[in-house]
């Protein structure tokens, strides 16, 4: 038995497919915007058909460095790395292709949190 298995149906997918896009532990949340994250997002566009983890982890980075929102990026560089939907030389291009787009300042966010990602991942056992 699973540990969302005592949930709603909508909410446990969405519950356990946050923990597999985030990579970490997940908790079951109160409210209505906790609702639309793990009932519809992750439940139900996460899990659409024509594009894999990579592309929409793609798309996102590109999305949240465009904004500068690091606070997101944050979680979602480490967790594509982790995840191995992007690696070292991928995270890399990816801050030097987006910086001429969205602009050097969220470039140079967006490679503090690469670079902050890579080294940590080099000092995992």
């Known amino acids: 038995m699973g540990k969302f298995d005592d949930l709603p149906e909508a909410r446990r997918r969405g519950l356990e497919r946050m923990e597999q896009v985030y990579g970490f532990e997940m908790s079951d949340g ?38 500068g929102a690091a606070d997101v990026l944050g979680i979602q560089v480490p967790a594509a790395h982790a995840n191995g939907e992007l690696d070292d030389a991928a995270l890399r291009e990816i801050v030097v292709f987006l910086s001429h787009y969205a602009g050097w300042p969220n470039g140079a966010r967006l490679n503090s949190i690469v670079e902050d990602t890579i080294a940590k991942a080099k000092r995992k056992p």
């Open 30 to 67: 109160d409210g209505d915007f906790f609702r639309y994250t793990a009932d519809h997002l992750f439940a139900d566009i996460w899990d659409r058909p024509g594009l894999s983890d990579r592309d929409r982890r793609l798309l996102l980075i590109g999305l949240l460095a465009g904004q």
